[in-house]
């Protein structure tokens, strides 16, 4: 069958639906489907064969096509439904029905097997969750998440997403800070060449962006004194008295006294 899919995955998806309606190895038909149909960029397909037919196939497989939704749904650009996953997802792990009460489970990706404990998927979802929320330009929100995120996990990715939301929020200095961590390395996954490219690129556009320190930012004047500044450099330009308005007006009056 992996030959097939890859030589024609058209074909693939003709068989994948011949063994659902046979009723033939249901959850995985079902999941292998719909991976299918996101490679040809038939998601929207894939998410309505996923809700018609989930039904058929065993609790045990309704975890890994919930995944596949949310994939799916992060395609299309379905951000509520994505959002409303997460959560119910989250939830699921709050109430000790994914990891039955144990620190770890076996999950598979890519046909590979390995464990990961509920610190790791719950700080992965709220990855994925503060991504969506960033979508949606909810920069608060997803700021909010992406640090619990951290405080639960910490891993150099979601650092540098959080160092996104906060330039988004023109936050800078608080940006250059999480970035700096990584950069650092301070958080773990900041040896991978990937996570620090990012960070540095992150931090190139903080550099490009950031306004410049004003001079009474680093004075802490106040502004009444530096428009009491700009009057007195009028008054000194080019073609105008030297001389302050009010040493004009005095001026005057000396001059009718004197007459």
Known sequence: MLQLIEKNPEAAIVLFWKAINAGDRVDSALKDMAVVMKQLDRSEEAIEAIK????????????????????????????????????????????????????????????????????QEISRLLGNLGWAYMQKSNYMTAEVIYRKAQMIDPDANKACNLGLCLIKQGRFDDAGSVLGEVLQGKI????????????????????????????????????????????????????????????????????????
Do not use: W
């Open 52 to 119: 018609s037919f989930r039904s058929r196939c065993s609790k045990q497989a309704q975890e890994s096509l919930d995944n596949v939704l949310i994939d799916l749904y992060k395609k299309c650009g379905r951000l509520d439904e994505q959002i409303e996953l997460l959560k119910r997802k989250l939830r699921l792990i709050y109430q000790g029905e994914v990891f039955n009460g144990k620190p770890t489970k076996t999950a598979r990706s890519h046909g590979k097997k390995f464990k990961v404990s509920v610190k």
């Open 188 to 259: 773990p996954g900041s040896e991978d060449d990937k996570a620090k490219n990012k960070a540095r690129e992150l931090l190139m556009e903080v550099k490009a962006i950031q306004p410049p320190l004003e001079l009474s930012d680093i004075v802490g004047l106040d502004d009444e004194f530096f428009n009491g500044l700009e009057l007195l450099m009028n008054a000194y330009a080019p073609g105008r008295s030297k001389r302050l308005p009010i040493f004009e007006e005095i001026s005057s009056f000396r001059d009718q006294l004197a007459c």
